[in-house]
């Protein structure tokens, strides 16, 4: 079980002169798009990991036991 922590800039109020310009727009999609692909390496990675360092830091041993 891999957890990813998220944080997401604020938004910004609807009466600001750049609330639904077209390039704030593109910023907030290019900004998710990189945010979602920087979750997936991160989870990648610690899942990659080797079950015993993964317990060494914190992580819930699976239901499954391997022999």
């Given at each position: 079980?891999?957890?990813?922590?998220?944080?997401?800039?604020?938004?910004r109020?609807?009466?600001t002169?750049?609330?639904?310009s077209?390039?704030?727009?593109l910023?907030?999609v290019t900004?998710r798009i990189v945010?979602a692909?920087?979750?997936?390496?991160v989870?990648r990675e610690?899942e990659?990991m080797?079950?015993d360092?993964?317990?060494?830091i914190?992580?819930?041993?699976s239901?499954?036991?391997t022999?």
């Amino acid at each position: 079980m891999a957890i990813a922590l998220d944080h997401r800039p604020v938004r910004r109020a609807a009466g600001t002169p750049d609330a639904g310009s077209l390039s704030h727009l593109l910023r907030d999609v290019t900004e998710r798009i990189v945010s979602a692909w920087q979750r997936y390496r991160v989870e990648r990675e610690l899942e990659s990991m080797p079950f015993d360092l993964r317990k060494d830091i914190g992580f819930r041993s699976s239901n499954k036991t391997t022999r």
